[in-house]
């Protein structure tokens, strides 16, 4: 999709609503979007809500070669796609952000992924796919990646002493989950002139802005990488003070992520896994025009009232019928509120139609006296 161009009254109205302390959203500066993480049926996979940006995020694992420096440690590999090939250069730079973050932490334990030292290790594979970009996509995928390989169990193996080992499947032995010391999560600021740091930027507020700061951040208020775009930052209390903002929101994250977990984990041991069912929102195309009302009636207290009320059928705004029973329709004239309605208006027509014929459409040609003209009926 093409990206469209940004308008100079767009510009200047971002900008006269950040120094009226104000947002587009009526989000505070400092306040983040809604979010929501929701597991699939697979582990590993995951989607990950942050306003209207999502981010899908799925985690696969095969048996590779150790590398030589490190010949008893697994490997992590991380891979962003955009829909849009424009985007390509943001993919990798976000890349390289979730790689800073997530594996150059040493978040994982990547020794638990080794198979048998200098021959077999685990190599996980980390699929992040930016589904809709409504700004902050480094933020929603971060936690995405996270989220999803603290969701992931990769399979048990046992190996002999001639170097052979053997991949047991789920029904054999339990899977084994992925062992994270710690979860670090990036939060990124847009600074509009330098000194007015902005939380969650929307993608009109990441258009508009002339620098950006991103941090990686875990619970224990540890830095583990950063980003600045645009416009170099020269104040350090600036940096100092978004610092201490990341840490506090980066707690709730985690504990959301590990309460949405423990909540995955339950369902799955009663067999009540919803999968991304629960993303769906139901929008007003979707959703129900009139209120519900409970019927208490019965089906016969229901068929006793319909058979007392006629059946009015309206061919044409001049003429209109009346079904009186099951062969026998009425068709009247239509009238004005002002006219007079004279018995010659009305016609009583008698249908006679056998049992196997009621299946089958048939027509009729009425002849009005008033205009000359013919009105067709179909009935079923």
Not at 230 to 235: D, F, K, N, Y
Not at 306 to 331: G, L, M, P, R
Not at 335 to 348: G, L, P, R
Request: hydrophobic share 35%; with cysteine; net charge negative.
């Amino acid at each position: 999709m093409k990206e469209t161009i940004l308008s100079n009254n767009e510009r200047v109205f971002v900008e006269k609503s950040i120094e009226e302390v104000l947002r587009i959203d009526k989000r505070q500066l400092t306040e983040f979007r809604n979010l929501g993480i929701f597991f699939g049926k697979k582990y590993g996979s995951v989607l990950v809500s942050l306003g209207d940006t999502r981010v899908f995020a799925n985690v696969s694992c095969e048996v590779n070669i150790p590398k030589t420096t490190r010949p008893n440690e697994g490997t992590v590999f991380i891979n962003v796609e955009m829909s849009n090939e424009k985007m390509s250069e943001s993919c990798i730079v976000t890349t390289r952000i979730l790689e800073r973050t997530i594996r150059d932490s040493r978040c994982i334990d990547l020794e638990s992924l080794c198979i048998i030292a200098e021959e077999k290790v685990w190599n996980l594979r980390v699929d992040v796919s930016i589904l809709n970009n409504e700004g902050n996509v480094t933020d929603c995928a971060c936690i995405a990646a996270v989220s999803a390989l603290a969701h992931f169990k990769r399979p048990d193996c046992t190996t002999s002493g001639d170097g052979e080992f053997i991949i047991h499947k789920s029904s054999e032995k339990d899977l084994i989950p992925t062992v994270l010391h710690h979860y670090p999560i990036c939060m990124t600021y847009a600074l509009f002139k330098g000194k007015i740091p902005i939380a969650d930027p929307t993608l009109l507020e990441e258009r508009v802005t002339n620098a950006g700061l991103t941090l990686g951040i875990n619970s224990y208020k540890e830095i583990c990488s950063l980003h600045m775009t645009g416009v170099s930052l020269t104040s350090p209390f600036l940096i100092q003070k978004c610092s201490e903002m990341a840490a506090e929101r980066a707690k709730h994250v985690v504990e959301f992520i590990k309460s949405t977990l423990e909540q995955d984990s339950i369902d799955r041991e009663k067999s009540n896994v919803k999968g991304f069912k629960q993303s769906i929102i139901l929008t007003n195309v979707t959703s129900n025009f009139c209120d519900e009302q409970s019927i208490d009636n019965n089906a016969e207290e229901i068929s006793e009232v319909a058979s007392n009320h006629d059946e009015i059928i309206v061919v044409s705004q001049e003429q209109k019928f009346k079904k009186i029973d099951e062969n026998t329709i009425s068709t009247t004239k239509w009238k004005d509120e002002n006219e007079e309605t004279s018995s010659s208006d009305s016609e009583i027509i008698t249908l006679s139609q056998s049992n196997q014929e009621k299946s089958k459409v048939e027509s009729m040609q009425i002849d009005s006296s008033d205009d000359e003209e013919k009105e067709t009926i179909i009935l079923n």
